[in-house]
C-alpha cells in the first residue's frame, strides 16, 4: 500500500525556516518524481516545487529562492526546506506521487498534510 | 494568478449532470487531471488523461477536453460528490514538472 506521511509542520516567525518531510513507502521511491503541493486555509491548492527522480527541482516564482525541495532515496524521504517564511506561506502542506504514462502525468497519491503556520 | 481558470461555484440537483470546465492555454497540448476535496481532507484524483478514472472512482464521472477546455462531468450527481473540485495541467512551459492548478470550484448538490 502507498503511503506518504508528512512531518514538520509547525509554528515558526515570520522570517524563520521549517523544514518539513514525506516519508513514502509502499512503492520505489527513487523512480518518481515527487511535489509539494500547499493550501491555505478557505483558499485552493497551489503548487510548492518538484524534484525528478534525477535530483532536478522546480518552483514556481512566489517560493524560489526561499524554498527547497530534496530528496533522500535511501531513507525514501522526500523534503522541503523553507526559508525567509511569510504569513503568506500559512497552509497545509501535502507531498504528492506523480505518475506519468504516455506523456500523461497526474498526482496519484497524496500524503495526509502537515500544518505550517507562520505568525509572531 | 493562475493559468488555470475555473468558475468558483457550481450546483447541480440530485440526480442530474453537471459540468465543471477548466480552461488554460496548456490545455490544448496536454491533458488536465481533476481532484476532488472534500473538507478536512486530501485531494483525490478522479480524472486523468483523456478520460480515465481511478479504481474506485464511480463511472458518473467522465472527462472531456475541446481547445483549451477541459471538461468533467458528474452524470446523475450525487450528495456525496458534493465537494471541491480542481484541475491541474502543466504551465506553459510544457515541462511535466512545472504544474499549475485551477482556482477550484465547489460544488454543491441541491
Known amino acids: 500500500e502507498v503511503q506518504l506521511v508528512e512531518s514538520g509542520g509547525g509554528l515558526v516567525q515570520p522570517g524563520g525556516s521549517l523544514r518539513l518531510s514525506c516519508a513514502a513507502s509502499?512503492?520505489?521511491?527513487?523512480?518518481?518524481?515527487m511535489h509539494w503541493v500547499r493550501q491555505a486555509t478557505g483558499k485552493g491548492l497551489e503548487w510548492v516545487s518538484a524534484?525528478?527522480?534525477?535530483?532536478?527541482?522546480y518552483y514556481p516564482g512566489s517560493v524560489k529562492g526561499r524554498f527547497t525541495i530534496s530528496r533522500e532515496n535511501a531513507k525514501n524521504s522526500l523534503y522541503l526546506q523553507m526559508n525567509s517564511l511569510r504569513a503568506g506561506d500559512t497552509a497545509v502542506y501535502y507531498c504528492?506521487?506523480?505518475?506519468?504514462?504516455?506523456?500523461?502525468?497526474?498526482?496519484?497519491?497524496w500524503g495526509q498534510g502537515t500544518l505550517v503556520t507562520v505568525s509572531s | 494568478s493562475s493559468e488555470l481558470t475555473q468558475d468558483p461555484a457550481v450546483s447541480v440537483a440530485l440526480g442530474q449532470t453537471v459540468r465543471i470546465t477548466c480552461q488554460g492555454d496548456?490545455?490544448?497540448?496536454?491533458?488536465a487531471s481533476w481532484y476532488q476535496q472534500k473538507p478536512g481532507q486530501a485531494p483525490v484524483l478522479v480524472i486523468y488523461?483523456?478520460?480515465n478514472r481511478p479504481s474506485g472512482i464511480p463511472d458518473r464521472f467522465s472527462g472531456s477536453s475541446s481547445g483549451n477546455t477541459a471538461s468533467l462531468t458528474i452524470t446523475g450527481a450525487q450528495a456525496e460528490d458534493e465537494a471541491d473540485y480542481y484541475c491541474?495541467?502543466?504551465?506553459?512551459?510544457?515541462?511535466?514538472?512545472?504544474?499549475?492548478f485551477g482556482g477550484g470550484t465547489k460544488l454543491t448538490v441541491l
Open positions: 491541474n495541467s502543466r504551465d506553459s512551459s510544457g515541462n511535466h514538472l512545472n504544474v499549475v
Open positions: 488523461g483523456k478520460n
Open positions: 504528492a506521487r506523480v505518475y506519468c504514462t504516455g506523456g500523461v502525468c497526474y498526482f496519484d497519491y
Open positions: 496548456s490545455l490544448r497540448s496536454y491533458y
Open positions: 524534484i525528478g527522480t534525477a535530483g532536478d527541482t
Open positions: 509502499g512503492f520505489t521511491f527513487s523512480s518518481y518524481d
